[in-house]
């Protein structure tokens, strides 16, 4: 079985030719019927990938180098294949997803959506960064499989910090020009020029930060990133519930209060405001337009052209409770604590989060997105520092649960009671 480390340096090995062999020779093992429309986020760009397979969890066992599972047990693609033996184990691992595999990933990758995808690749290791963690936490009677399920998301994490580039690199020549590389031969980019660009200079005023909009979400207690936090308060898209869903941002106190109006919402559930230093808002709104998913309420607050409108004023009540480190990243913002920042920041800065996360004041959230900037292994993002404000009122519900009364028991006749017949 192949480790899957062992691709040729800077080149694309197309695997298809390989696979239509073995399918002839083996054509029970043509299990692949997946469509492309429901592929799963987490599969790298590539010919193969996992969309609507089953829930068994069988795949890891030809082909653990390749195949990793999901949250609902279904199978995806972490390690196309760059050889042989490696196509040969991943369609032995297909076979059990029941046709839910597809080998026709050539046909509907872009330059482009490579590229998007690589810009995006944050949010999949977050994921795999947690669900290890939670899948290596678990005993009982399955408890090796659950330690091999977490495995395949660590070897996931290590692909992408290290290979995966130079295979997509190889991936965006093939789909170019529908050839692999030749020695020497220049391959293309995964991050365009225009987002390559120095970030546009900082605004020179500096004062009281901007409003950058409102949020309503849930504090929870997480375990998974290295120190314990009792009740999380963050922006950040990925770690916390936001009401009514993810990634809700409001101009007005009174708009988030509308939206969970209709919703059943936990009583821990408050109204929090984002403050961004003007100094570092021209950062955030170039990554912002650079992404494919604009922030509207966020670009609206916080790109403050020449004759735009004043900046609008927090509403009256919040309090600040903390600071964080923030970076804008395909549509979400996105945290130091869920970026593998956090371990290293407490041992060189010296910061400590609180109970909630966050800093205790400006300045060592300052520092830690000067130092964080000056890493080049981190997101491809500007981090800045944000203050954030909560309001201590619970957020009113108007959500009525539908209760169906019981049904009324009939009386048994006395007759039955008597003859031992109920």
């Known amino acids: 079985?192949?480790?899957?480390?062992?691709?040729?340096?800077?080149?694309?090995?197309?695997?298809?030719?390989?696979?239509?062999?073995?399918?002839?020779?083996?054509?029970?093992?043509?299990?692949?019927?997946?469509?492309?429309?429901?592929?799963?986020?987490?599969?790298?760009?590539?010919?193969?990938?996992?969309?609507?397979?089953?829930?068994?969890?069988?795949?890891?066992?030809?082909?653990?180098?390749?195949?990793?599972?999901?949250?609902?047990?279904?199978?995806?693609?972490?390690?196309?294949?760059?050889?042989?033996?490696?196509?040969?184990?991943?369609?032995?691992?297909?076979?059990f997803g029941h046709g839910g595999f597809a080998m026709d990933g050539d046909d509907h990758w872009t330059v482009p959506g490579v590229r998007e995808w690589w810009h995006g690749r944050g949010r999949v290791r977050e994921w795999a960064v947690t669900a290890s963690d939670h899948l290596a936490r678990i005993g009982g009677e399955y408890r090796s499989h659950h330690q091999d399920s977490a495995q395949g998301l660590r070897d996931y994490i290590a692909h992408l910090d290290r290979g995966l580039d130079e295979y997509l690199r190889g991936y965006l020549?093939?789909?170019?020009?529908?050839?692999?590389?030749?020695?020497?031969?220049?391959?293309?980019?995964?991050?365009?020029?225009?987002?390559?660009?120095?970030?546009?200079?900082?605004?020179?005023?500096?004062?009281?930060?901007?409003?950058?909009?409102?949020?309503?979400?849930?504090?929870?207690?997480?375990?998974?990133?290295?120190?314990?936090?009792?009740r999380l308060t963050t922006a950040c898209d990925c770690l916390i519930d936001r009401l009514p869903t993810d990634g809700c941002w409001f101009d007005t106190p009174q708009q988030a209060l509308d939206a969970c109006a209709a919703i059943q919402v936990p009583a821990e559930a408050r109204l929090y405001a984002l403050l961004v230093p003007a100094e570092h808002t021209a950062g955030l709104v170039a990554d912002i337009r650079a992404s494919a998913v604009y922030e509207p309420v966020l670009l609206a607050h916080l790109d403050?052209?020449?004759?735009?409108?004043?900046?609008?004023?927090?509403?009256?009540?919040?309090?600040?409770?903390?600071?964080?480190?923030?970076?804008?990243?395909?549509?979400?913002?996105?945290?130091?604590?869920?970026?593998?920042?956090h371990q290293d920041a407490v041992r060189e800065l010296g910061v400590t989060p609180d109970a909630r996360?966050?800093?205790?004041?400006?300045?060592?959230?300052?520092?830690?997105?000067?130092?964080?900037?000056?890493?080049?292994?981190?997101?491809?993002?500007?981090?800045?520092?944000?203050?954030l404000l909560e309001w201590d009122t619970p957020i009113e519900s108007h959500f009525v649960p539908i209760v169906t009364e019981p049904p009324v028991p009939t009386p048994i006749p006395w007759w039955e009671r008597l003859l031992g017949l109920a």
């Open 304 to 341: 403050r052209r020449v004759g735009a409108a004043p900046a609008p004023q927090p509403a009256d009540g919040g309090r600040e409770i903390g600071w964080e480190v923030l970076g804008y990243d395909g549509g979400l913002l996105h945290s130091w604590l869920c970026n593998d920042l």
């Open 357 to 387: 996360g966050l800093l205790p004041s400006r300045d060592p959230a300052d520092r830690l997105a000067a130092w964080a900037n000056a890493l080049d292994d981190t997101k491809p993002v500007t981090w800045f520092p944000a203050a």
């Open 173 to 230: 020549f093939w789909l170019a020009e529908r050839r692999p590389p030749r020695a020497g031969e220049a391959r293309p980019e995964l991050v365009p020029p225009h987002r390559r660009a120095p970030a546009p200079p900082p605004a020179p005023t500096t004062g009281d930060p901007l409003l950058a909009g409102y949020f309503v979400a849930v504090p929870e207690r997480l375990t998974g990133l290295g120190v314990p936090h009792e």
């Open 1 to 95: 079985m192949n480790d899957g480390n062992h691709p040729t340096p800077g080149a694309y090995w197309d695997p298809l030719p390989t696979a239509r062999h073995l399918l002839v020779k083996e054509p029970n093992l043509d299990q692949f019927g997946g469509l492309w429309r429901e592929r799963n986020w987490r599969n790298v760009p590539g010919p193969f990938y996992g969309a609507h397979t089953d829930t068994m969890e069988m795949g890891r066992q030809d082909a653990p180098f390749h195949i990793a599972y999901d949250d609902d047990g279904r199978e995806f693609v972490y390690r196309q294949p760059t050889d042989p033996g490696q196509t040969f184990d991943l369609l032995n691992g297909c076979f």
